[in-house]
């Protein structure tokens, strides 16, 4: 394993975008264009506080992971001193409650802000979700792709029913399309992409 930041980050982006490309949409069957990963550089992110969800990260890295999600964590570890994890500054007791902001944090891998910056690159994220948590509907003008790198998610779409995500599935999510994720037992770790530039504060929730 390379040891400069940016091969590292690189490789990672490189490895969750290449599954994507390859794995159709869990809902439609439809493949999902992602842009290609080239030109990057690293810009190193401030630490904050830790969020309390960080907790579940040594599970989630020692739970037994097969195939491509295999590689994706093990590149994950190598590079857990180069993220930063964090909560989403808009979310409140009064908008989504405490058991929800004590179970939910998310840490940047590719954005203009770092990590991983590029040209090319859309905002990419990992999102960790504690057992028994619910993500509770809400809304956001990027489409959207969640790669479940562990098993144990459900998410909704609209009215839909709950569909679960194995590890490794792919689900795109199009623009302003109202969506929840719950959990059950088990932690999982996602990682989110927005195709197209917005903020956090876009979120309705
Ligand atoms: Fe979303």
Redesign the pocket.
Known sequence: MASDPTTRLQTLATAIHQHIQQTPDVRTGQKIDLPNITNTTYSPVLMGQQPRATQFIPTLLASPHAGAMAQVMALLAEVQSLLTWRQNPNYTVANVGQQFLDNFCHATLTSADGPLQGPTLPMGWFVLFGPHTLYKT?Q?PPN?IYLAITAGGEWQLGTQDWQALNAGDALY?PSNTP?AIRTHAKPILTY?IWLEDADLADIEI
């Open positions: 809400h956001h959207e999510i969506h989110s």
